[in-house]
């Protein structure tokens, strides 16, 4: 009874604030439900489902928070890596400002962060005034912020400036957990530092990577308010993310089925987290040479 009695709180806490809303959030996906009367809901199957999936909005959605995900596996994890590995050996001087200035941005909102870069990326931005002084060009314009072919490149720049610190903060706890007798004995038998991180320090860390590969998927996927502080899902819906998409759908349109649809998005989003995340945890067994 005592147990219980201690589990309880945090256990009614868990099924309210989480396992009821997400088994609401699946069932809703597959109903019409209007809020003003919820007493008409019926039951459609997969009609949200159909409908989302011959939007072209939803695939080009899909397509960036792809393209979100890939800098932020093959961006941030390799990056993040790399600098902690240049702390843990000492390379860098000044390791304490070095490692304080990376780490920044995790300890500045999200939302200031947009506002800032949406500013220096703006034609009028400082970005525009730097390359002008650089290049001597007074009428040059810095504008791939509001080109539809090039609006992704800013954004993927600063998810990596902003997240990388978090990441290598996580590695370098990790790096100092290793053994440095067998990075010493290495440098002894004549071992390059390439050898040595490849060889000696990887392997032991696969389990770390997995886990750091996890949360930049599922941050990928359910990061919202970055994008939507620094260019809104424009220009033209050319940096619109799946949610914004469901934002768009659940909250700011006045359609009696807005929240079933918008649930049916959210539920899309859940499922490619969890095709991503058993990916990458199946890429990592086999890949490495130890059991993670």
Do not use: C, H
């Not at 599922?218 to 914004?244: E, Q, Y």
């Amino acid at each position: 009874m005592f147990y219980i009695a201690m589990v309880a709180p945090a256990l009614l806490s868990y099924i309210i604030v989480i396992a009821y809303p997400v088994i609401f959030s699946i069932g809703l996906g597959f109903t019409e439900y209007n809020i003003f009367k919820p007493e008409n809901t019926v039951f459609i199957g997969f009609k949200n489902y159909t409908r989302m999936f011959s939007d072209s909005t939803f695939w080009l959605a899909f397509r960036n928070n792809m393209f979100v995900v890939a800098v932020s596996v093959f961006g941030q994890i390799p990056l993040s890596f790399i600098l902690a590995y240049l702390l843990y050996r000492k390379l860098v001087r000044f390791q304490n400002f070095f490692q304080a200035m990376v780490f920044l941005p995790m300890a500045i909102s999200t939302i200031v962060i947009g506002l800032l870069w949406r500013n220096m990326f703006s034609p009028y931005g400082a970005v525009t005034s730097f390359i002008q002084w650089i290049s001597g060009n007074p009428e040059f314009n810095f504008t791939w912020s509001l080109s539809t072919d090039t609006a992704m490149i800013p954004i993927g720049l600063v998810l990596i400036w902003m997240y990388t610190g978090f990441y290598m903060i996580n590695f370098l706890a990790n790096l100092q957990k290793l053994d440095s007798g067998i990075i010493e004995a290495a440098q002894i038998d004549g071992a390059s530092e390439f050898n040595i991180f490849f060889r000696i320090v990887v392997p032991p860390l696969a389990g770390v990577i997995l886990v750091n590969t996890i949360l930049a998927i599922a941050g990928s996927l359910k990061g919202f308010d970055l994008i939507f502080a620094m260019t809104g899902g424009g220009p033209a819906n050319k940096t619109i993310v799946l949610p914004i998409y469901m934002y768009r759908y659940a909250f700011t349109t006045r359609a009696s089925d807005a929240y079933s649809f918008g649930s049916a998005i959210s539920n899309v989003i859940v499922l490619i987290s969890i095709i991503l995340i058993t990916l990458s945890n199946w890429l990592v067994k086999k890949l490495s040479p130890q059991e993670v």
